[in-house]
């Protein structure tokens, strides 16, 4: 499985760092959409698209979006089982609708969040003091 993820995004990058910790088969390739290069190796993932909602590849071409991404990169690494309630046919409706709100705030849901933290090409850290 290989997720497209927006590195410059502390919430999305912190849990692509837990997910690839808990990978313990090297089961997930994490690509960020930031990456110099990204267009060129993955010329059939449109990069804006990819942007607006989270996106991966199954080993067999296809491809899932939103929250199925999350939901089978955990159950991938046999993680937060939990998260198949989200899933379920009626909370699903919901779930997704809180997740595009999500994916269209993600930036601003992360500074109010994670306010001292700062990320650029896939790589998140504490801002020093003084610095915005």
């Given amino acids: 499985m290989i997720i497209f993820y927006d590195g410059n995004c502390p919430l999305c990058s912190t849990e692509m760092q837990q997910l690839k910790q808990a990978d313990k088969h090297s089961l997930i390739t994490l690509e960020d959409l930031n990456a110099t290069d990204f267009s060129e190796r993955y010329r059939h993932i ?6 607006t909602y989270l996106q991966a590849q199954l080993k067999n071409g296809e491809m899932i979006y939103g929250l199925d991404v ?3 990169a955990w159950k991938t690494v046999e993680k937060h089982r939990w998260l198949k309630l989200f899933r379920l046919p009626v909370i699903r409706i919901f779930a997704d609708w809180g997740y595009i709100f ?7 849901i992360s500074r109010l969040l994670m306010p001292n933290t700062q990320c650029n090409n896939g790589q998140c850290a504490i801002k020093s003091k003084g610095k915005k």
């Fill in 102 to 108: 999500f994916a269209k705030h993600r930036h601003s």
């Fill in 70 to 72: 999350t939901y089978q």
């Fill in 46 to 51: 449109n990069k804006n698209q990819a942007l």
